[in-house]
Each structure stands twice: as structure tokens, then as C-alpha cells.
């Protein structure tokens, strides 16, 4: 492994891109400090050059490079989440380009808990830009093998670090102005931040800031989504059968369902739904069904980054 990580050190201050293992997903890594390489992430990915980036760095130590004005409430934060699957928003610094912002005032920060990239963070000894390394609005990647399926020779070299364990984008928190706000519900739950705050931290109805992943459609598998709840799941199954579609059901435990409905039964602890979340949407796309029915976890925990993810995956495409 050392030699591929020297070899992406070389590729990635040679401005190219690499796929790259977190605890969240892979993600598309270029050095951020290179305009034209993250310039390249927007290619490969066909992604909306005003949508940002988030800046991965090896300890919160290099936070003072990227932002500046840092509120208390944010090193408190770094403190108890980093390295992991928290986001900060934070005011800019120069270094920190609009082809990373978006062209806004903000800069989004965080420290990943994944050995492959913080040990390829410390060699580089500058920030990585590492949006989900897959084509804009489609499924993240959670293994190496997906970022070869989804992006293959776009991408310069692929770090295997193994299926991620988390499974779901970090939670993005704006502490730029004011209170923070949760922009993005993710792998940090509402319940750890509040712990670690000794108050709760609200979900932003609507913000300014504009930050990866909140549009409202995103996440979105091959096959449509519907969901509902297990009361209706029966009933939403016969329906869509009836107009002659393939249906298959994600949901945990073994509920009656008609005859020719693929099952694909997910656990109930919502942290473990997360972590194969994207996964099993992929596979069920393989399986090649018009229609996934889903029913959500309940809200606890990580459970509100499932639903959110399948609340945008679900939403109309444009």
C-alpha cells in the first residue's frame, strides 16, 4: 500500500484525481489548492460549477489555513467529531478558491476517519477537495469497485480501503454565522451533536449557504423510489404490479408481500441501514427492477440521514 499511496501523492501534486476511502464514501480527490485540478472533479463528475466542495484535511490543526473568524462552538465541535464524519462551514480564508466555495464566502472543512486518506493527507501536507466520487445526483460509492463502475478510466487511480463504514455523507454544520444550523443530516447524528453541545443544533428549513448534497433531488438509484410505510407497503406493491412493473421492496424484517416481489431486507438499527443503504440500491438496480418501495427507519440516530437520503433519492428528476 505504500506504493500506491506515494503513487497518488505523485498523481494528485501533478494535478490528477483519485478515488479515495473515507468512513462516509469514496470520494474524487484533488488537491484543492489547484484550481484546474479541482476543476477536473466538476468534469469527471458533470457537476454544477457553483455547487462546493469539501476540503479534507489531516487534523484540525490546518483548520486556521482554510477559515478564518473559527467560533468556539466549531473547535468544540472539531474536538468531539474529528477525525469523522462532521462537516464544518466555516468563513473563508484566501487560500481557500471559488472553484471550491462555489464562489461563496464560506469554506466546508472536515477531518476523515479512514487510515488510507488521513495517512495520504499527512504526505500531502495540503487540504484534498473530495466530493462522492460518482456522476452528479446518482448513488454514492461506497467500495472501490463502485468508483471504477461509475466514473472507470475518468478517474487516475482508485485507493481500495475497503467498504466504507459509515455509509452515508458526513452531517454539514454551518457555524459561519450566528448558532449552528445543521445544513445536511449525516453520519453525526442530532443526538451526538446535542450531547456534545449540552443543547440541541436545529436543521436549517431553508439557507443561504449552499452545501453538497441538499438539492432536492439526489442520491438517485437507476430504478424509481417510492416510499411508504408498512401499513401501505402491501398495498403500494400490488399497485405498481399492477401496471406491470418490476417491483422490488427495501425494508427491515420479512413482511408479507404479493407473490414475485424482491425482498431486500435492511436491518433496523438505522446506523447499520446507513452503512448499506447505497449498496443495496445499487444491487437492486443491477437486478434490473423498474421500482424500489422503501420503507424508511424510524428517525433516531442515523436514521434521519437515511430518510434524508431517501427522501431526495425519491424526489421528481429533472
Request: charged share 20%; with cysteine; hydrophobic share 45%.
Amino acid at each position: 500500500m505504500d506504493a500506491l499511496l506515494d503513487q497518488a501523492v505523485g498523481l494528485l501534486r501533478a494535478g490528477g484525481v483519485v478515488g479515495l476511502p473515507t468512513e462516509t464514501v469514496y470520494g474524487l480527490a484533488a488537491l484543492a489548492s489547484q484550481e484546474h485540478a479541482v476543476r477536473r472533479i466538476f468534469a469527471i463528475k458533470r457537476r454544477p460549477s457553483n455547487h462546493p466542495l469539501i476540503v479534507h484535511l489531516a487534523s484540525a490543526d490546518a483548520v486556521d489555513r482554510w477559515a478564518k473568524n473559527v467560533p468556539d462552538v466549531a473547535r468544540t465541535l472539531a474536538r468531539a467529531f474529528w477525525p469523522g464524519p462532521l462537516t464544518l462551514v466555516l468563513e473563508r480564508t484566501a487560500v481557500a478558491s471559488d472553484a471550491v466555495t462555489g464562489g461563496q464566502d464560506t469554506v466546508a472543512l472536515r477531518v476523515p476517519d479512514h487510515p488510507l486518506a488521513l495517512e495520504l493527507l499527512r504526505r500531502l501536507d495540503d487540504g484534498l477537495a473530495a466530493p462522492s466520487a460518482n456522476r452528479f445526483g446518482k448513488l454514492s460509492p461506497t467500495t472501490a469497485q463502485h468508483v471504477r463502475d461509475d466514473l472507470g478510466a475518468d478517474v487516475d487511480l482508485v485507493l481500495d480501503g475497503g467498504p466504507c463504514a459509515v455509509g452515508v455523507e458526513s452531517t454539514i454544520v454551518d457555524c459561519s454565522k450566528g448558532a449552528p444550523r445543521v445544513l445536511r443530516p449525516g453520519g453525526v447524528s442530532g443526538q451526538a451533536l446535542a450531547a456534545a453541545l449540552g443543547h440541541e443544533v436545529p436543521v436549517a428549513v431553508a439557507s443561504d449557504v449552499r452545501v453538497p448534497g441538499a438539492l432536492p433531488s439526489h442520491y438517485a438509484p437507476r430504478a424509481g423510489l417510492i416510499l411508504t410505510t408498512a401499513e401501505r407497503l402491501a398495498d403500494e406493491v400490488a399497485q405498481r404490479q399492477s401496471w406491470g412493473a418490476q417491483v422490488a421492496v427495501l425494508s427491515a424484517g420479512a413482511p408479507p408481500l404479493p407473490p414475485g416481489t424482491l425482498l431486500h431486507a435492511w436491518s433496523a438499527d438505522p446506523a447499520e441501514a446507513a452503512r448499506t443503504l447505497y449498496a443495496a440500491l445499487r444491487e437492486l438496480d443491477a437486478r434490473g427492477v423498474d421500482v424500489v418501495v422503501a420503507v424508511p427507519p424510524a428517525e433516531g440516530g442515523l436514521g434521519q440521514a437515511v430518510r434524508d437520503r431517501l427522501q431526495r433519492a425519491a424526489a421528481p428528476r429533472g
